[in-house]
């Protein structure tokens, strides 16, 4: 197959004369390529953060919250107001509210969660990540997560105290609170510190009498058909069950979260990006070296009739080739060690007894990744644009180079 002119120069160009690859050239896609491979590999990294989140967040939590200012009295006409919206699966109602937990002589603050187990299971991910005994819940029994029942070396059938804040306030010399005492009938672990070290799944009767409410429920849960476009159901909600009544999707619950991400997503983005703009650098260098050493060819192809046009795409090319090998090379080790970045982790653990991603810190049990197409083309995009940028000084000083003074000493 025979290429343009312009190309087949470009290539005669980059390859030097005595050996098979230029070392200049080979720095350069050097350059590109590990400037390529750490753009994939951190937003990649970045995004499946959010991804994993947005699973743990709903794998714990529904889609859609109602609740009311107080308790909420009259839970069962809305519960059957809700289910009748389109869109909606599932309706369940929760006590929720933070207690205090003893484990023999241990006790830590936790949150305990009071739910009707039938419909928990339409609007919860936790039934399908049960690790240890089962998902049983009834007034003496519950569920615990998984790094809980490590930190107090709680097992199934064990007993534990559960403390209301109230207890505290209301006792006094003639009143006297006793804990809610439940067995652990199973234990859970959705890979989510936050929920797998802090909470509590249990009854609402429990949860009624240890909080003392006597009827009512704090909110009802909503799982929806689909959760990215919730804002039409949720819409929907507020018309059925009428005034008064807080509608909050997951995505106003946890609008501060995603909107960090996103930020700490564009500025690491961008800061990396200056890496590909070092290795433009190198490019820049590279094809400031190819003009000098063929000035005499370039004044030649523009005595015999060669544009400066002509001669302008040629190096041009240059650049665009360094860059596109960079790119390919560039994905090729960025998804490489994203598919062993566990592994990798794990190894430098073990030998720097040292553990880089504390589990209590991240909130999560592994590094996640998720490689979308639009930050494929992003970094496409711009490692081209930054390329191209780098040849246009060495392309411009070539294409005006003057054939008299490139030819006065042939």
Same mark, same amino acid.
């Given at each position: 197959m025979r290429l343009p002119f312009s190309i087949y120069l470009a290539l005669k160009y980059l390859k030097p004369k005595r050996t098979f690859l230029s070392v200049v050239t080979v720095i350069s896609v050097l350059g590109v390529i590990l400037g390529v491979a750490v753009m994939i590999i951190v937003l990649s990294v970045m995004t499946g953060f959010d991804d994993m989140w947005r699973e743990k967040i709903l794998a714990f939590n529904a889609h859609i919250s109602v609740q009311t200012y107080g308790i909420l009295e009259n839970e069962r006409e809305i519960l059957e107001a809700v289910e009748k919206v389109d869109g909606v699966v599932g309706?369940?109602?929760?006590?929720?509210?933070?207690?205090?937990?003893?484990?023999?002589? &241990?006790?830590?603050?936790?949150?305990?969660?009071?739910?009707?187990?039938d419909r928990e299971m339409g609007v919860s991910q936790v039934p399908d990540h049960m690790i240890e005994g089962e998902f049983l819940i009834d007034y003496d029994h519950a569920v615990i997560g998984r790094d809980l029942a490590m930190k107090f070396g709680i097992l199934v059938d064990d007993t534990i105290l559960l403390y209301s804040p109230q207890m505290f306030q209301e006792a006094g010399e003639d009143v006297v609170y006793l804990p809610q005492e439940v067995e652990v009938s199973g234990i859970f672990e959705l890979g989510m510190w936050d929920f797998d070290v802090g909470y509590v799944l249990t009854h609402l009767d429990t949860t009624r009498d240890l909080f003392r409410v006597e009827e009512g429920v704090h909110g009802i849960q909503v799982m929806t058909e689909d959760p990215l476009n919730i804002e039409p159901v949720q819409r929907a909600i507020m018309?059925?069950? $009428?005034?008064?009544?807080?509608?909050?999707?997951?995505?106003? @619950?946890?609008?501060?979260?995603?909107?960090?991400?996103?930020?700490?997503?564009?500025?690491?983005?961008?800061?990396?990006?200056?890496?590909?703009?070092?290795?433009?650098?190198?490019?820049?260098?590279?094809?400031?070296?190819?003009?000098? &050493?063929?000035?005499?060819?370039?004044?030649?192809?523009?005595?015999?009739?060669?544009?400066?046009?002509?001669?302008?795409?040629?190096?041009?090319? &240059? $650049?665009?080739?360094?860059?596109?090998?960079?790119?390919?090379?560039?994905? $090729?080790?960025?998804?490489?060690? @994203?598919?062993?970045?566990?592994?990798?982790?794990?190894?430098?653990?073990?030998?720097?007894?040292?553990? @880089?991603?504390?589990?209590?810190?991240?909130?999560?049990?592994?590094?996640p990744s998720h490689t979308t197409v639009n930050d494929v083309l992003l970094i496409v995009v711009s490692v081209m644009v930054i390329c191209t940028v780098a040849a246009l000084v060495p392309a411009y000083r070539a294409a005006r180079l003057d054939p008299a003074n490139a030819l006065r000493y042939e």
């Open positions: 309706a369940a109602p929760y006590i929720q509210d933070a207690v205090f937990l003893q484990v023999g002589g &241990q006790v830590a603050p936790a949150v305990v969660r009071g739910v009707e187990p018309e059925s069950v $009428g005034e008064g009544m807080v509608i909050r999707s997951w995505k106003e @619950l946890n609008r501060t979260l995603f909107a960090t991400l996103e930020v700490e997503k564009n500025i690491i983005f961008l800061i990396v990006l200056c890496i590909a703009v070092v290795a433009a650098f190198s490019i820049c260098n590279t094809l400031i070296t190819v003009v000098v &050493q063929k000035t005499r060819e370039i004044g030649l192809l523009k005595a015999v009739g060669y544009a400066p046009g002509h001669i302008l795409r040629v190096f041009l090319c &240059q $650049g665009w080739l360094l860059g596109i090998t960079g790119t390919i090379f560039g994905f $090729g080790l960025g998804l490489v060690v @994203l598919r062993y970045r566990n592994d990798l982790l794990s190894l430098l653990n073990r030998k720097l007894d040292f553990e @880089l991603l504390p589990k209590e810190y991240y909130h999560l049990a592994e590094i």
